[in-house]
């Protein structure tokens, strides 16, 4: 694994990066997870077989799709159901749903199929083992996959602005992992050689799903006319990703795994360090930069949600872009010149949205695969937590006050202060987000306030002696004071790591919980973020990527930002 030092560029400090706001604008980068799962598969030549198709006319049934990798083979076994319109919701606590899919090690043979026939449609309720990987579930987006069937039935296309206005003809409500259920922990993952980068595993399975959904509407088609039934169109399948519904389950991941959550910010800020100490760009980069740019504007156009404060803020950056692109045709000095993109990056800062800049970030990103590919392989995490015994509780305090600083000088006994409180709900054991003072359940808290809790610690050391501390050390402490033992451990083991902590108040009545949803999503690679609250939203994985019959065209595997023709049809 690659290791990055915070002292190797220039980075952006922790203070200006971690707020929730900023992180809440984040956009995919080349290194988000899904883009680096498609290059690995490109460039190792992993191969798509579907061995068993067994669906009836009205396509409910098994599928398997099967990867043959240079390790060994995975599997997704896919199971259609006749679901009735009554029970189609995307809420977590829905019991059934369209379809169901296990990832498997191996090859699935027919006890593999019979046993997760027994439990995947059932998926909580259900038992898996060791050699299950992913589990996931998805329902239909009925008003375009009744379209497409239409259409292709009667030797047509769907049309295309239908299809873009939706985005999918699927959409996960959940796809889970590392040992939930009896299946595989990442450990034993990651131990099978195959996988090795986070979540490396799901967005496979995530992409396997987007081939059924197109072989399920083409299957369904083909049997309701025979004779007259097209295929769907590969540009069309390229325009088409797999939704996800992804609400507050999401959010408290960032605070649980704090060390794995610095890795992939540090990931992406190494990447921009590098690019911003690029002294001058060619030509060639130049005019790169510049089809970047106008895809991205076309994006931006293409991108619409009913959230009337995203749309606003989308719609700002429209104006930025195209302002930027007027600039670029009267004045090549912008990209000329020294550090280019240190000093547009700057400008950005400067004058910008924060859409703006990290879109910008993201662009730029884009131009240096040979300088930021790498950074891909830095992103996992042992995630060990250390305590320091024998440190001085006045050290331990200067510790705080100067890694924790952001945490200090607010009055967290206000109701303000501590308007929400985050627990876990007791029918899903998912995570959820209460209000303090006209909700019950605060006594069910989760330790999600890091700033209220390490301002309480740095307040319990200010009361003691300056002598006292330096007497003390933090074993004494704690065995005195046990409660102070996970705030104690967090402190000590994450004041090296300088994106680990989002630097806000996530307890706060200005906490907008949509920021942490967007941030892990755009890090994984979702695009089209579509708020349905501050509390979930929807958005579109692969949509843009190519198929497998193109990882050779180099084309399709320039993906970044997708946009849609919808006169010529094409991607």
């Given at each position: 694994?690659?290791?990055?030092?915070?002292?190797?560029?220039?980075?952006?400090?922790?203070?200006?990066?971690?707020?929730?706001?900023?992180?809440?604008?984040?956009?995919?980068?080349?290194?988000?997870?899904?883009?680096?799962?498609?290059?690995?598969?490109?460039?190792?030549?992993?191969?798509?077989?579907?061995?068993?198709?067994?669906?009836?006319?009205?396509?409910?049934?098994?599928?398997?799709?099967?990867?043959?990798?240079?390790?060994?083979?995975?599997?997704?076994?896919?199971?259609?159901?006749?679901?009735?319109?009554?029970?189609?919701?995307?809420?977590?606590?829905?019991?059934?749903?369209?379809?169901?899919?296990?990832?498997?090690?191996?090859?699935?043979?027919?006890?593999?199929?019979?046993?997760?026939?027994?439990?995947?449609?059932?998926?909580?309720?259900?038992?898996?083992?060791?050699?299950?990987?992913?589990?996931?579930?998805?329902n239909k987006s009925m008003r375009l996959f009744s379209h497409?069937?239409?259409?292709?039935?009667?030797?047509?296309?769907?049309?295309?602005?239908?299809?873009?206005?939706?985005?999918?003809?699927?959409?996960?409500?959940?796809?889970?992992?590392?040992?939930?259920?009896?299946?595989?922990?990442?450990?034993?993952?990651?131990?099978?050689?195959?996988?090795?980068?986070?979540?490396?595993?799901?967005?496979?399975?995530?992409?396997?799903?987007?081939?059924?959904?197109?072989d399920l509407i083409d299957h369904i088609a083909r049997c309701?006319?025979?004779?007259?039934?097209?295929?769907?169109?590969?540009?069309?399948?390229?325009?088409?990703?797999?939704?996800?519904?992804?609400?507050?389950?999401?959010?408290?991941?960032?605070?649980?795994?704090?060390?794995?959550?610095?890795?992939?910010?540090?990931?992406?800020?190494?990447?921009?360090?590098?690019?911003?100490?690029?002294?001058?760009?060619?030509?060639?980069?130049?005019?790169?930069?510049?089809?970047?740019?106008?895809?991205t504007l076309l994006y931006a156009q293409q991108w619409h949600?009913?959230?009337?404060?995203?749309?606003?803020?989308?719609?700002?950056?429209?104006?930025?872009?195209?302002?930027?692109?007027?600039?670029?045709?009267?004045?090549?000095?912008?990209?000329?010149?020294?550090?280019?993109?240190?000093?547009?990056?700057?400008?950005?800062?400067?004058?910008?949205?924060?859409?703006?800049?990290?879109?910008?970030?993201?662009?730029?990103?884009?131009?240096?695969?040979?300088?930021?590919?790498?950074?891909?392989?830095?992103?996992?995490?042992?995630?060990?937590?250390?305590?320091?015994?024998?440190?001085?509780?006045?050290?331990?305090?200067?510790?705080?006050?100067?890694?924790?600083?952001?945490?200090?000088?607010?009055?967290?006994?206000?109701?303000?202060?501590?308007?929400?409180?985050?627990?876990?709900?007791?029918?899903?054991?998912?995570?959820?987000?209460?209000?303090?003072?006209?909700?019950?359940?605060?006594?069910?808290?989760?330790?999600?306030?890091?700033?209220?809790?390490?301002?309480?610690?740095?307040?319990?050391?200010?009361?003691?002696?300056?002598?006292?501390?330096?007497?003390?050390?933090?074993?004494?402490?704690?065995?005195?004071?046990?409660?102070?033992?996970?705030?104690?451990?967090?402190?000590?083991?994450?004041?090296?790591?300088?994106?680990?902590?989002?630097?806000?108040?996530?307890?706060?009545?200005?906490?907008?919980?949509?920021?942490?949803?967007?941030?892990?999503?755009?890090?994984?690679?979702?695009?089209?973020?579509?708020?349905?609250?501050?509390?979930?939203?929807?958005?579109?994985?692969?949509?843009?990527?190519?198929?497998?019959?193109?990882?050779?065209?180099?084309?399709?595997?320039?993906?970044?930002?997708?946009?849609?023709?919808?006169?010529?049809?094409?991607?």
């Open positions: 694994m690659n290791s990055i030092s915070s002292s190797e560029l220039n980075l952006r400090p922790p203070e200006q990066v971690m707020t929730s706001a900023r992180i809440g604008a984040f956009h995919p980068t080349r290194i988000s997870f899904v883009r680096s799962l498609i290059r690995r598969m490109a460039r190792e030549n992993w191969r798509i077989e579907r061995p068993v198709f067994d669906l009836s006319d009205e396509g409910y049934g098994t599928a398997v799709y099967r990867v043959v990798t240079p390790i060994g083979p995975v599997s997704l076994v896919c199971f259609s159901n006749e679901l009735d319109a009554a029970d189609r919701t995307d809420r977590v606590i829905a019991e059934r749903w369209d379809t169901a899919f296990v990832l498997v090690a191996g090859d699935a043979d027919a006890a593999t199929i019979e046993r997760l026939q027994q439990n995947a449609p059932l998926q909580e309720a259900g038992r898996f083992q060791p050699g299950d990987m992913v589990l996931s579930r998805a497409f069937a239409d259409r292709l039935s009667e030797g047509r296309q769907p049309d295309i602005g239908q299809a873009l206005s939706v985005g999918y003809l699927m959409r996960t409500t959940a796809v889970y992992g590392n040992g939930k259920l009896g299946m595989s922990d990442l450990a034993h993952v990651f131990s099978g050689g195959i996988f090795h980068r986070p979540y490396e595993a799901e967005m496979l399975a995530v992409y396997l799903i987007r081939l059924f959904s197109f309701q006319n025979p004779d007259k039934a097209v295929a769907l169109d590969a540009e069309i399948k390229r325009a088409l990703g797999v939704g996800n519904a992804t609400g507050l389950g999401m959010a408290p991941f960032l605070l649980g795994h704090p060390t794995l959550f610095n890795n992939w910010i540090m990931a992406r800020e190494t990447a921009l360090a590098r690019v911003r100490a690029v002294e001058t760009a060619d030509a060639a980069t130049c005019d790169r930069f510049r089809v970047l740019l106008e895809r949600t009913d959230d009337k404060p995203q749309m606003a803020e989308i719609e700002i950056l429209r104006r930025e872009l195209s302002t930027l692109l007027d600039r670029l045709d009267g004045d090549d000095s912008l990209i000329a010149g020294d550090f280019p993109w240190n000093r547009l990056i700057g400008e950005a800062e400067d004058n910008g949205s924060l859409e703006y800049q990290e879109m910008l970030i993201s662009v730029v990103i884009e131009l240096y695969p040979d300088l930021v590919d790498t950074l891909e392989d830095s992103m996992g995490s042992d995630e060990r937590t250390l305590t320091n015994p024998a440190m001085t509780l006045g050290d331990l305090k200067t510790l705080i006050e100067t890694a924790y600083d952001w945490a200090l000088g607010e009055d967290y006994s206000t109701p303000t202060a501590q308007h929400y409180f985050w627990y876990r709900s007791e029918e899903k054991e998912e995570p959820r987000l209460g209000e303090r003072w006209s909700e019950p359940g605060s006594g069910l808290e989760t330790p999600i306030g890091v700033a209220r809790d390490v301002a309480a610690l740095h307040d319990a050391l200010a009361t003691r002696s300056k002598d006292d501390r330096d007497a003390t050390n933090v074993a004494s402490f704690l065995i005195a004071e046990p409660h102070w033992r996970r705030i104690v451990t967090r402190v000590q083991t994450l004041a090296a790591h300088p994106y680990a902590e989002i630097r806000d108040n996530l307890l706060g009545i200005k906490c907008h919980p949509i920021d942490l949803l967007r941030c892990k999503l755009s890090l994984f690679g979702a695009s089209r973020y579509d708020p349905k609250s501050d509390r979930w939203t929807r958005v579109n994985f692969f949509q843009g990527a190519p198929l497998p019959d193109q990882f050779d065209d180099l084309n399709a595997m320039d993906w970044s930002f997708p946009v849609f023709d919808l006169e010529s049809g094409e991607t």
